[in-house]
């Protein structure tokens, strides 16, 4: 695989996985249109390391706080961990009971296309509740308990389908829900932590055939996993911006005329 492909996938997972505007929908629909060929176990194992890597500078400290309060018994942190882990587990048994029945909507461009545009009619639906970023507001939001947490898991659940934007479904969900935006943003991105880990171990314990997997060599695929945590870490950051800004709404206005852009034209 040529080095600028292997810098555009980089690319193109390091803004996809955090922005929310669905990697997956994002990889299938330019797989098709660029003729880009499956990056192969290894290099798409690595891409997502970079984004896992990404997700731990950026919220390193909350991270390493979590860690710490855990292994010295501390309430909150076993409680927040807790929250992390049962959110988690509705994508499991999802990914679990149906993913291979799953695989084949990864090859259909216009599926992912539609189900992209249902993203961004969920973005949307945020430009119609109130918007207050201040301080007071933060302060005053909804605690994310026990039912929050499950029900922003199942919203993540959902985002298995190619089209569906993981951080979008449930940052979005979470506001809803009356989630401040820098809390939603924060639990959205430490869900993605065991995730990310996940099926960086899967890839690596249970590796399957793929195309090209043996054509990209070491050298390429660290490059390209220092790019995809570069751009992921970037692209957290711009997202938080516009979150707190009240302007995550507009990514659904993207999700929109590029899904029916691609139902349009026809790929």
């Known amino acids: 695989m040529h080095v600028l492909k292997v810098i555009l996938l980089a690319i193109l997972q390091g803004v996809t996985e955090f922005l929310p505007v669905s990697s ?67 994508i499991v048994v999802v990914y679990a009971v149906a993913h291979e029945r799953l695989e084949s909507y990864y090859e259909d461009p216009r599926l992912a296309a539609a189900i992209l545009m249902v993203t961004g009619l969920l973005l949307l639906s945020l430009a119609f509740r109130r918007q207050d970023t201040s301080r007071r507001a933060e302060s005053e939001a909804a605690p994310l308990g026990w039912w929050r947490a499950l029900v922003i898991g199942l919203a993540q659940a959902v985002a298995i389908l190619p089209g569906i934007s993981r951080s979008g479904s449930t940052i979005a969900t979470a506001r809803h829900l009356g989630v ?68 995550f709404w507009l990514f659904g206005v993207y999700c929109l005329l590029v899904g029916g852009l691609v139902l349009l034209v026809g790929i």
Not at 223 to 238: D, H, K, M, R
């Open 180 to 247: 401040a935006p820098r809390r939603a943003a924060e639990f959205s991105f430490l869900m993605s932590v065991p995730l990310l880990l996940g099926a960086t171990l899967l890839h690596v314990i249970r590796p399957e055939p793929s195309a090209g997997s043996c054509t990209v060599g070491w050298g390429l695929i660290w490059l390209g996993t220092l790019v995809a945590a570069l751009v992921g870490y970037a692209s957290i950051s711009f997202l938080i911006r516009v979150l707190s800004g009240g302007r």
């Open 24 to 90: 997956s929908g994002h990889l299938v629909i330019a797989g098709r249109l660029l003729g880009i060929e499956q990056p192969g176990v290894r290099l798409e194992t690595m891409l997502h390391f970079g984004t896992l890597v990404a997700v731990c500078l950026y919220y390193r400290q909350r991270l390493w706080s979590l860690i710490r309060g855990v292994t010295r018994g501390e309430r909150a942190a076993w409680r927040e961990t807790g929250l992390l882990l049962l959110a988690s587990l509705p």
